[in-house]
């Protein structure tokens, strides 16, 4: 049997999913150790094939984390990077910021569900600010305060290359966004989880996407979304002339479609409205 080294050297395989450091490539099974970290993350030097990496509770520690980051600075194949419900202490955000910056290729990047803190979305900051390559990004920002939305705010603002924004955050802290969404000209694709925003951060995220002209296309999901939240959703519509395409995956009852219907006859801009109850994930 090929130990991981040599079975990522020689799949053919363009996805690897690595979940509590368990891994399948070409029908076996491979459990990770620090040891074994390295040899992957080695081979991925020489492995022509592999596009995708998901890393999903896949236990990184400090070390793993370290040579991740230094495939990261170099790797010109990786184009997809998932790294989702992983707990990520701060040293390890920094060096995966260490990496990121550097890398020159990966376009989409999801970072959902990580427990970071403040000082890690700082260093997430740091990637946003200054990577060129990434096109997508998804994240959560469920344990920051607003110090860690200030950081993230500052780097949307200075973003140039994100073209399509997943998020979601709290209902506090929402209002230390509202800059960047005011000002940002380059996210075209907007999707905010409203279900963890109360109607006072629907109001603040309102008032900034009345200003956006940047933003082509919203979606809107979550659940019990009642009828205040859907009037401040609906005051975008009426104002925003930018946005050309709208969904919206969340309940609603006969008053917030009149709300929303009514804030369509005064926008001649949207081209395509769709709605759906379930929960929406993927776009």
Do not use: P
């Not at 495939?71 to 995966?96: A, F, G, H, Q």
């Not at 009426?238 to 009852?253: E, R």
């Amino acid at each position: 049997m090929y130990n991981i080294y040599d079975a990522i050297i020689n799949t053919n395989e363009t996805h690897i999913y690595l979940n509590k450091n368990k891994t399948t490539i070409n029908n076996v099974e491979y459990i990770f150790n620090n040891h074994e970290f390295k040899l992957f993350s080695e081979a991925l030097k020489i492995n022509q094939t592999i596009k995708t990496l998901e890393f999903w509770n896949s236990e990184f520690n400090d070390e793993n984390m370290k040579y991740l980051s230094n495939e990261l600075k170099t790797n010109r194949r990786i184009i997809n990077l998932n790294l989702c419900s992983n707990i990520i202490s701060d040293k390890e955000m920094k060096y995966l910021s260490d990496g990121m910056k550097l890398n020159q290729t990966i376009k989409n990047f999801n970072f959902w569900d990580n427990e970071i803190s403040d000082v890690g979305m700082k260093y997430l900051s740091d990637i946003i600010k200054i990577n060129q390559s990434v096109k997508k990004l998804h994240l959560s920002g469920d344990k920051i305060s607003k110090i860690g939305v200030k950081y993230l705010n500052d780097a949307l603002i200075m973003n140039q290359t994100i073209k399509k924004l997943d998020f979601r955050i709290g209902n506090i802290e929402i209002k230390y966004l509202v800059d960047a969404l005011k000002m940002n000209k380059t996210i075209k694709k907007l999707k905010i989880y409203l279900t963890t925003i109360n109607n006072r951060g629907i109001k603040h995220l309102s008032e900034a996407l009345k200003i956006n002209t940047g933003i082509e296309e919203l979606y809107l999901h979550g659940d019990n979304v009642d009828n205040r939240k859907v009037i401040y959703l609906s005051n975008i519509l009426k104002t925003n002339k930018s946005i050309l395409k709208i969904l919206i995956s969340f309940n609603l009852d006969k008053n917030g479609a009149k709300y929303i219907l009514k804030s369509l006859e005064l926008n001649n801009s949207i081209m395509s409205l769709r709605y759906q109850k379930e929960v929406d994930m993927t776009y």
